[in-house]
């Protein structure tokens, strides 16, 4: 059972990783928690799903569906992300540290509403444009096509991003922004555009984590976000906001640590949130800044 | 700032006006429906709303009553606060002759209170936990009793399932689940006193949280359990129980193993979720099922014809939303005509509703002292995907 | 301009005020404001509560509905065990400080936002907890709790009298607020929340003074929670989500924080315009309420950032 576990913990931990991908990046460069992230990634969801309604021929099956579905969520979901910044955030920016939150709230409030209201309000079944084949790994364990896809795209969504960020132009005036936005401001880098881009991306992360959620528990509903968002979250900061490879190591601890208390503690599984927020207290009193150190602008 | 500030005060002293001029305008008898409109419960409490409207609308188009009908909305969106604040809402107007709801037993104790102190009759067509009624027997109760539930208390659904299973199925070793609420929480502590109690084992219970999607990890721990369960028993909601049902299939946990619910996982939608996972399933409902009644297979077709919209499917509690609608209607007749203003009255209807002795959806509900329905009949049903239907297991 | 509302005379008359609304209510036959007030009036004390945390010293909590729920669970079990309300209130309140400072002395030297994520974590730790502790708690199916009528004398309807009690705790809080904020105590704070580094280097002995900050909001959540379990009668682990600690912070930071007057003027907008929503708005538009609650959440904070009724301090930083 421990490698069916194993497979269990990883396919879990990579969507939290990609959802907490998106709350660092945007953590890193304006030190702001992105409360709308998780409708965010609820609304990436439902764009893929619209897409697979509208053109189910097209786009309701095979290797076009699937990529279909990532384009249409994931641009959808940046762009939610932008609009946002720019109408909800940025007016509040310098003004104080906690408005652009109490925004982030609202915005929030009023998606997650949205949809509820003018969508549906009720689970929707989410369409599978990979065919199901269950891979036997011996002593029992079995790992679904379908798992393999959610980790390859994870997997490969990550190293894009990776190499965006550490070989391109745009990358590296992200990463200056996050050290330090002034001087990158004197150094030439448009602030303003650098943070859209950087929301664009965040969100396009949401988004494809929407799909992948999807696709792996076959459903969707308008409250689908808070949850995995929450956890990601946290899972980000376990691994030290602001941190890009923390986020990805944060989601596969928090996943890994789901299933160790669901699976192995008897009766864990009511305790199991209990658990995960625990033990990041504990990290966090023992390394205050996450297991692999934060990575934001110092404020003096 | 100041003409902000002015601007403020003055906004909500309108609030405050038009809150105190909102009183009864209508002359219609009204019946309030106290459910989570909007919210993490909106689904189920819309679809309640949907069954007493539906239940108004056709009572009125027949002209059954010399006045008029309306079906009141009340959001409490599933927070105990929230229902209190509606109670508080509905118990000042005087229209208003009997309230339909809360869905959540956590609404419906603390409101079932408020609704005393009024007193308004309460009916609720989706609170489990005993606690709803049998606080009223507590010498700290104020006020008459004025809760009754077209519902079963769980004692009685957990039971019927360990029958079934020990007995028609003939398992001895079950696994157990439930989602830590009142209502999944009770089916599962009843199913197991009853279970072991005719000589089975539990061997394993766990509590997931409403609104968790991944299981695997559970569910692979009891596909593993040396104790080897032969099935696994869920008290919970259709969501949960369709995730459940899907991840089973995914980790190959199939027949002989078995899954059985409660009604709360009864209703098409499970299929929505849980897809050709489902078949196999065994479902336990309240009643004969409806689709073996015939008043039963007529309430569908309306339904159906009345509300099409994607998100408006018929889920597992509306038609006790209409059941209790249909209730209230019987003993508005035994109350015969509304006073000069228009108004019913409310402790009548009270002494009325306890009377109540009607054959409906549900079979034949009575109520006892404590206003707990006497109908405790429980099918097991047995899901089949393919065409979206339950069979009944005699 | 805000020096008006801050002025005695119109402390006295929001008082009177505060004071008519039982009356007001019953002339106008609409005794649901009341009850609108009394959960008014719990906000408040909430945001009061929090506003040490957060408005003054700057500390970013997402959990303190954790102790509101510790103060009513306490209360809960103690009025069980038959000890009369009086004594389950203050008991109840000594628990929650001292709980609050068990977390403050783990937690208090984390980061900013770190200590967002980690006061997240033991709200939701917290009820989880009372959740899963059947055998104290009841669980999910939540604890009756005896009923006290202490101003049975004044007026029948026990929401007026715990209308009245929530009003008298508000105005102690309120006092007793401004006692600190006046103080030597309160003043560190501030310069706390500015800038820790010149703070410390100032004297100011940083660590004890957060640590108080934070311990003496749990005096408050610790009361609130306390009235709240005694007037519903009812506890359960559902009216503790972390959405409720989300309001709380949005109370403290729409107001103004470090803002007495905001906080108060934001615990009456965002705790009272939903239910006031639910009893003014028709039938089509009842579903719409916490869509318009977000939009103006979102609305009022581009509007007024710094709050709505700022503390005159931080106007001036502010507008500067």
């Known amino acids: 059972m421990v490698l069916q576990q194993l497979v269990n913990a990883l396919t879990l931990g990579a969507i939290y990783s990609l959802i907490a991908l998106g709350y660092t990046l945007v953590y890193g460069i304006l030190a702001m928690i992105n409360f709308a992230h998780s409708e965010v990634l609820m609304l990436g969801a439902f764009a893929a799903l619209g897409l697979a309604t509208i053109l189910p021929a097209a786009f309701g099956t095979g290797a076009l569906g699937l990529g279909g579905m990532f384009v249409v969520s994931m641009l959808g979901a940046g762009l939610v992300n932008v609009i946002v910044e720019r109408f909800a955030y940025r007016p509040l920016r310098h003004i104080s540290r906690l408005a652009p939150l109490i925004s982030a709230i609202g915005v929030s409030i009023v998606l997650q509403n949205a949809v509820f209201l003018w969508l549906s309000t009720q689970s929707l079944s989410f369409p599978q444009p990979v065919e199901i084949k269950q891979i036997p790994l011996g002593g029992g364990a079995s790992v679904s096509s379908l798992q393999l896809v959610i980790l390859g795209a994870a997997l490969a969504l990550m190293a894009l991003l990776h190499f965006w960020v550490e070989k391109t132009k745009m990358g590296k005036a992200m990463r200056a922004c996050a050290d330090d936005i002034t001087t990158?401001?004197?150094?030439?880098?448009?602030?303003?555009?650098?943070?859209?881009?950087?929301?664009?991306?965040?969100?396009?992360?949401?988004?494809?984590?929407?799909?992948?959620?999807g696709m792996n528990y076959g459903s969707i509903k308008y409250n689908l976000g808070f949850l995995p968002g929450a956890k990601a979250f946290t899972a980000a900061v376990l691994g030290g906001i602001g941190n890009i490879r923390g986020a990805v190591l944060g989601g596969f601890i928090l996943g890994g640590l789901e299933v160790l208390a669901s699976g192995y503690i008897p009766n864990g599984a009511q305790w199991r949130d209990v658990i995960a927020f625990t033990v990041l207290i504990l990290v966090l009193l023992v390394r205050p800044s996450g297991l692999l150190g934060e990575k934001l602008a110092e404020k003096v | 700032m100041i003409a902000f500030r002015r601007s403020a005060a003055a906004t909500l002293a309108l609030a405050a006006v038009l809150a105190a001029a909102c009183g009864p305008k209508e002359k219609a008898v009204k019946i309030a429906v106290a459910v989570p409109l909007t919210g993490d419960m909106g689904t189920e409490g819309q679809g309640l709303w949907r069954g007493v409207e539906l239940a108004v609308e056709e009572v009125n188009a027949a002209h059954r009553f010399a006045y008029r009908i309306k079906a009141v909305p009340f959001d409490d969106r599933a927070d105990p606060k929230e229902a209190v604040n509606v109670a508080n809402l509905i118990v000042s107007d005087p229209r208003i002759v009997a309230v339909i709801g809360p869905y959540n037993s956590g609404c419906a104790i603390p409101a079932g209170k408020v609704y005393a102190r009024a007193p308004v009759a309460m009916i609720s067509p989706a609170a489990t936990n005993p606690e709803v009624t049998a606080q009223q027997l507590s010498p700290d109760w104020i006020g008459p009793k004025v809760i009754f539930r077209v519902v079963p208390t769980d004692d009685v659904q957990g039971e019927a399932a360990a029958k079934f299973a020990f007995t028609n199925l003939r398992k001895r070793r079950m696994a157990l689940l439930h989602d830590k609420t009142p209502y999944g929480q009770g089916l599962a502590e009843q199913f197991r006193k009853t279970f072991e109690s005719l000589g089975g084992k539990v061997v394993s219970?766990?509590?997931?949280?409403?609104?968790?999607?991944?299981?695997?990890?559970?569910?692979?721990?009891?596909?593993?359990?040396?104790?080897?369960?032969?099935?696994?028993?869920?008290?919970?909601?259709?969501?949960?129980?369709?995730?459940?049902?899907?991840?089973?299939?995914?980790?190959?946990?199939?027949?002989?193993?078995?899954?059985?619910?409660?009604?709360?996982?009864?209703?098409?939608?499970?299929?929505?979720?849980?897809?050709?996972?489902?078949?196999?399933?065994?479902?336990?409902?309240?009643?004969?099922?409806?689709?073996?009644?015939?008043?039963?297979?007529?309430?569908?077709?309306?339904?159906?014809?009345?509300?099409?919209?994607?998100?408006?499917?018929?889920?597992?509690?509306?038609?006790?939303?209409?059941?209790?609608?249909?209730?209230?209607?019987?003993?508005?007749?035994?109350?015969?005509?509304?006073?000069?203003?228009?108004?019913?009255?409310?402790?009548?209807?009270?002494?009325?509703?306890?009377?109540?002795?009607?054959?409906?959806?549900?079979?034949?509900?009575?109520?006892?002292?404590?206003?707990?329905?006497?109908?405790?009949?429980?099918?097991?049903?047995?899901?089949?995907?393919?065409?979206?239907?339950?069979?009944g297991m005699h | 301009m805000s020096g008006l509302l801050r002025s005695r005379g119109t402390a006295w008359i929001l008082i009177a005020a505060a004071l008519a609304l039982?009356?007001?209510?019953?002339?106008?036959?609409?005794?649901?404001?009341?009850?609108?007030?009394?959960?008014?009036?719990?906000?408040?004390?909430?945001?009061?509560?929090?506003?040490?945390?957060?408005?003054?010293?700057?500390?970013?909590?997402?959990?303190?509905?954790?102790?509101?729920?510790?103060?009513?669970?306490?209360?809960?079990?103690?009025?069980?065990?038959?000890?009369?309300?009086?004594?389950?209130?203050?008991?109840?309140?000594?628990?929650?400080?001292?709980?609050?400072?068990?977390?403050?002395?783990?937690?208090?030297?984390?980061?900013?936002?770190?200590?967002?994520?980690?006061?997240?974590?033991?709200?939701?730790?917290?009820?989880?907890?009372i959740n899963n502790m059947d055998w104290l708690t009841n669980g999910p199916k939540g604890?009756?709790?005896?009923?006290?009528?202490?101003?049975?004398?004044?007026?029948?309807?026990?929401?007026?009298?715990?209308?009245?009690?929530?009003?008298?705790?508000?105005?102690?809080?309120?006092?007793?607020?401004?006692?600190?904020?006046?103080?030597?105590?309160?003043?560190?704070?501030?310069?706390?929340?500015?800038?820790?580094?010149?703070?410390?280097?100032?004297?100011?002995?940083?660590?004890?003074?957060?640590?108080?900050?934070?311990?003496?909001?749990?005096?408050?959540?610790?009361?609130?929670?306390?009235?709240?379990?005694?007037?519903?009668?009812?506890?359960?682990?559902?009216?503790?989500?972390?959405?409720?600690?989300?309001?709380?912070?949005?109370?403290?930071?729409?107001?103004?924080?470090?803002?007495?007057?905001?906080?108060?003027?934001?615990?009456?907008?965002?705790?009272?315009?939903?239910?006031?929503?639910?009893?003014?708005?028709?039938?089509?538009?009842?579903?719409?309420?916490?869509?318009?609650?977000?939009?103006?959440?979102?609305?009022?904070?581009?509007?007024?950032?710094?709050?709505?009724l700022p503390s005159s301090r931080r106007e001036a930083e502010l507008t500067s």
């Open chain 1, 184 to 213: 990158a401001g004197l150094m030439g880098i448009n602030a303003d555009v650098v943070i859209a881009v950087t929301f664009f991306v965040g969100g396009a992360l949401g988004g494809a984590a929407g799909v992948l959620y």
């Open chain 2, 205 to 391: 219970a766990d509590g997931i949280s409403v609104g968790d999607k991944d299981f695997k990890a559970l569910l692979t721990k009891i596909k593993g359990d040396d104790s080897r369960p032969e099935g696994i028993y869920f008290g919970g909601l259709y969501t949960e129980a369709g995730l459940l049902l899907k991840q089973m299939k995914e980790l190959d946990m199939k027949a002989p193993f078995i899954f059985i619910s409660g009604d709360g996982s009864k209703t098409p939608a499970l299929f929505d979720v849980a897809g050709d996972a489902a078949e196999g399933a065994y479902l336990s409902i309240v009643g004969i099922p409806v689709e073996e009644l015939p008043s039963a297979r007529e309430f569908i077709a309306n339904y159906k014809k009345r509300w099409t919209g994607s998100s408006e499917e018929l889920k597992p509690f509306d038609h006790f939303g209409y059941e209790a609608a249909q209730i209230v209607f019987a003993a508005l007749e035994r109350l015969g005509a509304p006073d000069a203003d228009g108004m019913m009255d409310r402790e009548k209807m009270i002494d009325e509703l306890r009377k109540t002795h009607y054959t409906g959806l549900l079979g034949l509900t009575t109520f006892d002292e404590k206003g707990d329905t006497l109908n405790k009949i429980i099918t097991i049903t047995k899901a089949h995907p393919k065409d979206r239907s339950f069979e």
């Open chain 3, 22 to 129: 039982p009356f007001a209510a019953h002339a106008a036959e609409f005794p649901y404001l009341v009850r609108v007030g009394g959960i008014v009036g719990l906000f408040m004390l909430l945001g009061l509560g929090l506003n040490f945390t957060l408005g003054y010293v700057g500390l970013f909590d997402l959990g303190f509905i954790a102790f509101y729920a510790i103060g009513a669970y306490t209360t809960s079990i103690a009025m069980k065990a038959h000890v009369p309300a009086p004594a389950a209130i203050l008991l109840a309140i000594a628990v929650t400080v001292f709980a609050r400072l068990l977390l403050g002395i783990s937690i208090l030297r984390l980061r900013g936002d770190y200590l967002a994520v980690v006061t997240m974590g033991f709200g939701e730790i917290a009820r989880l907890t």
């Open chain 3, 143 to 308: 604890m009756q709790v005896r009923p006290w009528r202490p101003l049975a004398f004044l007026a029948k309807d026990p929401n007026v009298q715990f209308y009245l009690l929530i009003v008298a705790a508000v105005l102690a809080g309120v006092a007793a607020t401004r006692r600190l904020e006046d103080s030597r105590v309160g003043r560190a704070w501030v310069a706390i929340r500015e800038d820790e580094v010149a703070a410390r280097l100032s004297g100011i002995p940083v660590r004890e003074y957060k640590l108080l900050a934070f311990t003496l909001s749990a005096v408050f959540a610790g009361l609130a929670g306390s009235l709240f379990a005694l007037w519903e009668q009812f506890v359960t682990p559902e009216s503790f989500v972390f959405w409720e600690s989300v309001l709380v912070v949005s109370i403290v930071v729409l107001g103004g924080m470090g803002s007495i007057s905001g906080v108060l003027l934001g615990a009456l907008i965002l705790a009272g315009v939903p239910p006031l929503m639910q009893a003014t708005l028709s039938a089509e538009w009842i579903n719409y309420r916490y869509l318009f609650f977000g939009l103006i959440l979102v609305l009022v904070t581009l509007f007024r950032p710094q709050g709505l």
